[in-house]
């Protein structure tokens, strides 16, 4: 493990992201001294217990006293909250991100309240399981895999730089861009297709009265595989949705033009069009990994 890049990092809310961070940036011997609150006490007496932070505060403001890194990673319906009330205690200097999952809306809700002096530069992991709370979290989570960085046209570039070497140094790959388009890009490779997998069990469910057991027991066949990310956090994925409204409005509104074509094919017996739809999506799919 090498210097430190931050002498004091807080961690705001000790669920699976924050938890590998920590566990990361531990690892790498990335943060002096890493120091984590969540609002609810049984988080807070599960991360003491498991030794999840060096230390673990009782206040958001007493965390991020003295911090030079300080991480929001509260769903995004939260962020706003969480501003306001550690805003006043932020050091002059200080870095503050967030890990949230929507962009602007955190921008919107956060960027008031941060203190001439704080750089603020909001960023997304794009890393993540169906895992949630603070036991959830992994030390390499984030290898390999991006993390978005969407500064604000203000935003400290020597600020940017010291986040982008921490988040390289926990093994991701950064990327900026601005939030609008971040928005919409997430809307497209995550958020509806997590509505999708929830609207498929929800499917499963109403049909189970009549097959009983067997969506679960022979789940096997793409309902397991295509519905794990129907198994993640309520919370977090509902304040997706309301923050990124008219993004994932508009993506599974061109999804269900794509799905009646698809109905009307089956119906009509196409099998060429079906065949080489499915040929298209073939060869795009077997290019991302
Ligand atoms: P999580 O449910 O595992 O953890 C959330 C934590 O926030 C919990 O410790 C909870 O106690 C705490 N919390 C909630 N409200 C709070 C408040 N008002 N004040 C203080 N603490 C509060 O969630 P997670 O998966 O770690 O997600 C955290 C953030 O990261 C979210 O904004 C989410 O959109 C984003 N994110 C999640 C994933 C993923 O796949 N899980 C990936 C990338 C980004």
Redesign the pocket.
């Known amino acids: 493990s090498g210097e430190p890049i931050f002498q004091r990092v807080a961690l705001?809310?000790?669920?699976?992201?924050?938890?590998s961070m920590s566990l990361a940036m531990r690892e790498g011997g990335l943060a002096a001294h890493l120091v984590g609150?969540?609002?609810?006490p049984e988080?807070r007496q599960t991360a003491r217990e498991i030794g999840l932070v060096d230390e673990v505060a009782d206040t958001?403001a007493e965390a991020v006293t003295g911090a030079d890194l300080v991480v929001l990673?509260?769903?995004?319906g939260?962020?706003g909250?969480?501003a306001v009330e550690i805003a006043p205690h932020l050091a002059p200097g200080a870095i503050l991100t967030?890990?949230?999952?929507?962009k602007q809306s955190v921008i919107d809700v956060v960027a008031p309240h941060v203190p001439e002096g704080v750089h603020f530069v909001p960023g997304?992991?794009?890393?993540?399981?169906e895992h949630?709370?603070?036991r959830?979290g992994f030390a390499t989570l984030f290898r390999n895999r991006w993390w978005l960085l969407t500064p604000l046209p203000d935003s400290d570039p020597a600020a940017v730089e010291r986040l982008s070497a921490l988040v390289r140094a926990m093994g991701a790959n950064v990327d900026t861009m601005e939030a609008p388009h971040h928005d919409r890009v997430l809307a497209v490779t995550s958020h509806v297709p997590h509505l999708i997998a929830y609207t498929m069990v929800g499917v499963a469910d109403h049909l189970s009265r009549v097959t009983e057991s067997e969506v679960i027991r022979y789940s096997a066949a793409g309902f397991r595989d295509f519905t794990r990310i129907a198994a993640?956090?309520p919370?977090?994925w509902r304040?997706?949705f309301l923050h990124n409204k008219e993004a994932t409005l508009d993506i599974l509104g061109r999804f269900a033009e794509e799905l009646f074509v698809l109905q009307r094919a089956i119906r009509m017996g196409d099998g060429e069009h079906l065949h080489r739809y499915f040929t298209g999506t073939r060869a795009i799919r077997r290019g991302i990994i």
């Open positions: 705001i809310g000790l669920g699976l992201i924050a938890g609150y969540a609002r609810s988080t958001a990673a509260v769903p995004v939260a962020m909250d969480v967030d890990v949230g999952s929507v997304h992991p794009l890393a993540g399981t949630s709370g603070p959830s993640s956090d919370t977090m304040d997706v």
